[in-house]
């Protein structure tokens, strides 16, 4: 094994708590390369495999700046990439070897295809006990719908998420975020580094199934909740909350603020706030439970007063009472604020601008820059000597 | 320190990857209680910390059966309670001790709280220098709004994920699932278990800092990423995908189906499947690229078709075809699927079907029934004698 010589400044962007783990990430486009971008975000050494020629479908996906994709460059930052021709004798060696010495192994194809590959779990996991095989895939590794093609929008649609998004009058609404994809990735990253805290107790590693429709199930909460207690299936109620009120987005003069009065004193202050003390004193309003079920009559009584002034002043005013409150930030609004800033939410990598790393060590740094994706095969070479056999 | 009897049946609920932890779980509500729901379903010891008296505020929160909050069941299945007056010096060295001798910590308070109660982060590692004590908020331990309050509505409001979520000509919408809470809750639970990983090579612990608002940046992906580099705020685009048509819900005789064409084969068998296989050749629609530019008078011409049949018949050919497709499942539908089943992705816990673990792994065993949340104080006496001084 030749010694490698690795940049220092790549080497200091691996101080994290991952530093020293070797990942093998053979996944492609979103769900498996958010997980493996966490964990070389947390200082692992993630060798991104990716097929000769076109590498991963995502680097053809936009945005794009300069004909680069910052979609490629946003989950595959700080990773190396090497080229390998899974049908070939020299590439798959190269690829054994390095299942052999890595620590985590992602993949997020079809359930079977890494099995016909000659890459399956049983397989890798008897050559290599302390690995710890990550799967990720839209149905999971088992059941009827393990086959499915694994969009994100699939998912979303069969989980209940669109049919709970919405208005009760309107459409059934995607969430504007990839969140079967990401929920599925975020969950991979956090099975991955539990199975690795399980290998330091028992020695050894084992598969991990995530599958994104689990991860949508899991997350819908109070709706979820309602039909195993045997209750109707709940409508799409907007923007409101199940149960408490107000608790919605309200319309001022010149659009919509968030108001979340949670309490009695919330709704007092909220009350006197927009000059109309007296409604906190009404029997229909007397405690959450009236409210909630006067909660279109309340919205009606408070965007009287709300009307009155743009939404920018009353959030001043809100704020002022100790309402929660919100406005209703666009995308470059939200990039675009101080708190954005001071968390290092916005890194860069080379020329791109990226969302930074959404978790924070005290004990590791939260770099401003991380290393570029890699172009495709950018560290071949030296991986493949790296990796050879003997 | 008194040898400890736990029951048979929670023993073995313990088996996972994170057996032999300690977690201390100051928490309510959501996104932390989610956070240490994970790592109990992994095999932690999660010892939640209640305030006498009412304890989380979530026992308060519907859905209810007989009485009692799934809400608080879901999120606090497989823990164990003791109810602390942080006030009251008996109390006080209860948790001091609790804190002494744990692998983990979790915390919602605003941040400052935990400082104010003097079991703050600095104090704490004194103390327990192996301690990774993570704090979960709506905008982090630092920044300008570290101090806001945190409702997962305001932080959806903020983030930019209600303005890009709806349709062009509608309201901006908050995504049916509490997904800034839970997007902290799931990147809690993973920084915590990296942070693990982490401790074994160090001997050291560290503060998690975990802000709702960051991850909620961290999702936005093809906004963002357009947004930073240079381009300008995307407008809501209902169900559709940014840069891929047809890629959308699309009409048919009695609602919308989801359909994924996402390259010219899937187009050409979707064409064919709705008899219409001349629209594949039109120069309008004869790459992505050209039916994304058309995706308008793409949809016309595909739902004349489309409308002619009840969605589930569509479903069935769209499928025996190859073309990705979804129905758009309601909640009950996608709790008493098949591939649901199969997934033990509903669970019980004493009386209560709650959803399951959205991780699988192939060492540890995925319980189809979980200990029930605890009773205010339940483990108490057992909790003060077993971290009582001396």
């Not at 149905?139 to 669109?162: H, N």
């Not at 604020?337 to 740094?365: C, H, W």
Request: hydrophobic letters at 45%; aromatic letters at 6%.
């Amino acid at each position: 094994m030749a010694a490698q010589e690795i940049p220092a400044d790549e080497l200091s962007a691996r101080k994290g708590p991952l530093a020293g783990l070797l990942v093998v990430d053979l996944s492609r486009v979103l769900a498996g390369p958010y997980a493996t971008m966490l964990l070389a975000d947390l200082g692992a050494r993630v060798v991104k495999v990716e097929r000769p020629g076109r590498g991963d479908d995502s680097r053809a996906y936009g945005p794009f700046v300069d004909g680069e994709s910052t979609y490629y460059q946003h989950v595959n930052r700080g990773k190396e990439s090497v080229a390998l021709d899974l049908a070939a004798t020299a590439d798959r060696a190269v690829l054994l070897r390095l299942i052999e010495r890595a620590d985590v192994l992602v993949e997020n194809f079809r359930p079977g295809v890494m099995d016909r590959l000659g890459f399956g779990w049983e397989a890798m996991a008897a050559r290599n006990p302390r690995l710890v095989y990550a799967s990720v895939s839209g149905f999971g590794q088992t059941g009827p719908l393990r086959e499915r093609p694994a969009y994100d929008a699939v998912v979303q649609s069969m989980s209940g998420i669109m049919a709970i998004t919405g208005f009760a009058d309107g459409a059934p609404t995607k969430p504007g975020i990839p969140i079967a994809d990401l929920a599925g990735g975020m969950l991979t990253f956090g099975a991955v580094t539990a199975a690795l805290v399980g290998r330091a107790r028992t020695g050894r590693g084992c598969w991990v199934d995530v599958a994104m429709f689990d991860a949508a199930l899991s997350l819908l909460e109070n709706p979820a909740l309602a039909v195993l207690a045997g209750q109707p299936a709940p409508a799409r109620i907007g923007n409101a909350h199940y149960s408490i009120a107000p608790f919605d987005t309200y319309a001022c003069a010149d659009g919509p603020v968030t108001i979340c009065a949670a309490n009695d004193g919330f709704f007092r202050s909220l009350c006197a706030t927009i000059g109309r003390p007296e409604l906190a004193e009404r029997p229909a309003y007397v405690d959450n439970a009236a409210r909630d079920r006067h909660r279109e009559v309340l919205r009606a009584d408070l965007e009287v007063a709300l009307r009155s002034r743009p939404a920018a002043d009353w959030l001043v005013r809100l704020e002022a009472a100790g309402v929660p409150c919100a406005p209703i930030t666009d995308v470059p609004g939200a990039l675009a604020s101080e708190q954005t800033a001071v968390r290092n939410m916005v890194i860069t990598a080379g020329d791109y601008r990226l969302p930074g790393t959404p978790m924070k060590f005290s004990a590791y740094p939260d770099p401003e820059t991380r290393p570029v994706a890699p172009a495709l095969d950018a560290d071949g070479d030296r991986i493949r000597a790296e990796f050879s056999a003997g």
